[in-house]
Nanobody, 121 residues
Framework: QVRMVESGGGLVQAGGSLRLSCVGS????????MGWFRQAPGKEREFVAA???????YSADSSKGRFTISKNNAKNTVYLQMNNLKPEETAVYYC???????????????WGQGTQVTVSS
């Protein structure tokens, strides 16, 4: 069982930056694939980025060049650095963990409660 808690969301102007953090519990945290997803009101949950246990990176096309996923195994923490944010990226951002390395949210096993990111125009 892995429990995650996200933080770092908030209100930012378009073009601004935020750094999200997700702290996980459990000694096996480092063995999981970690992912970030987001969900805007009335829309499906959308893949943002993932990092494997070996630190391989996989990002959605919309995230490349602006968002960076990273992790610190010693702190059981995964990060999402978001730069040049756009109003349409306003959403609740979730971190997830599992043994699947990809963009399908249904294949991740553990989820945090989410953190709200609001980008004003």
């Amino acid at each position: 069982q892995v429990r995650m808690v996200e933080s770092g969301g908030g209100l930012v102007q378009a073009g601004g930056s935020l750094r999200l953090s997700c702290v996980g519990s459990g000694r096996t945290f480092s063995s999981y694939v970690m992912g970030w997803f987001r969900q805007a009101p009335g829309k499906e949950r959308e893949f943002v980025a993932a990092i494997s246990s070996g630190a391989s990176l996989y990002s959605a096309d919309s995230s490349k060049g602006r968002f960076t996923i990273s992790k610190n195994n010693a702190k059981n923490t995964v990060y999402l650095q978001m730069n040049n944010l756009k109003p349409e990226e306003t959403a609740v951002y979730y971190c997830a963990a599992g043994n699947y390395y990809g963009s399908d949210s249904r294949r991740y096993d553990y989820w945090g409660q989410g953190t709200q990111v609001t980008v004003s125009s």
